[in-house]
């Protein structure tokens, strides 16, 4: 069974850091990818950003390119979603999700963590 465990999130203020982790488990993930996505308070699911697990590809939606970079550790089957230069428009629950790469569902999610920024 596929668990995905999300940590670190937190407040912070407008301008600030903050890395969320993703500890996956229950299979071997080299032809999956991970996910990054976010929901506000009465908005939509929005995507945030993914990483293929086996050659470490990245890439980002425009709202976040260049504040945001994911990163994994495939021994410890971990990503990484390093956010900085916070704006409150970034406050949401982030979660993250995994597919496999020839997949456009994500079929496994964790349970979310609340990341909020502070003007």
């Known amino acids: 069974q596929v668990q995905l465990v999300e940590s670190g999130g937190g407040l912070v203020q407008a301008g600030g850091s903050l890395r969320l982790s993703c500890a996956a488990s229950?299979?071997?993930?080299?032809?999956?990818?991970m996910g990054w996505f976010r929901q506000a308070p009465g908005k939509e699911r929005e995507f945030v950003g993914g990483?293929?697990?086996?050659?470490?590809?990245?890439y980002y939606a425009d709202s976040v390119k260049g504040r945001f970079t994911i990163s994994r550790n495939n021994a410890k089957s971990t990503v990484y979603l390093q956010m900085s230069s916070l704006k409150p428009e970034d406050t949401a629950v982030y979660y993250c999700?995994?597919?496999?790469?020839?997949?456009?569902?994500?079929?496994?999610w964790g349970q979310g963590t609340q990341v909020t920024v502070s003007s």
């Open positions: 990483i293929t697990w086996s050659a470490g590809y990245s």
């Open positions: 999700a995994v597919r496999l790469t020839t997949a456009t569902t994500y079929n496994y």
């Open positions: 229950g299979r071997t993930f080299s032809n999956y990818v």
